[in-house]
């Protein structure tokens, strides 16, 4: 199960960071990625991670403002998000991807992802 936090509502130019809990002991093997859905639009990977952290992906939007990082011992995921702006306003969803413990790498579509969170209200106003 994994659980997000830390969505709210602040003004531009602003900073948020959202937490990504998850139980159980395999999510530490996990890749995990932050995505994002706005009212009439697809949803759309923001961030992405491997399950050791050495391997990141960012959306071109959302490049040197957001930082997506990892606490293994802890289970949790965060994504920094600073410098926000309106258009990043979307609920933000985190996901996990098993079986990539070898490949280490992450993923960018939500089909490749197994398990997600109930999502976290970011709103930003200008």
């Known amino acids: 199960q994994l659980v997000e936090s830390g969505g709210g509502l602040v003004q531009a130019g602003e900073s948020l960071r959202l937490s990504c809990a998850a139980s159980?002991?395999?999510?530490?093997?996990?890749?995990v990625g932050w995505f994002r859905q706005a009212p009439g639009k697809e949803r759309e990977v923001v961030a992405a991670?491997?399950?050791?952290?050495?391997?990141?992906h960012y959306l071109d939007s959302v490049k040197g403002r957001f930082t997506i990082s990892r606490d293994n011992a802890k289970n949790t995921v965060f994504l920094q998000m600073n410098s926000l702006k309106p258009e990043d306003t979307a609920v933000y969803y985190c996901?996990?991807?098993?079986?990539?413990?070898?490949?280490?790498?992450?993923?960018?579509?939500?089909?490749?992802?197994?398990?997600w969170g109930q999502g976290t209200q970011v709103t930003v106003s200008s």
């Open positions: 991670i491997s399950w050791s952290g050495g391997s990141t």
């Open positions: 159980g002991r395999t999510f530490s093997r996990y890749a």
């Open positions: 996901a996990g991807a098993s079986g990539t413990y070898y490949s280490n790498r992450y993923f960018t579509r939500p089909l490749e992802y197994d398990y």
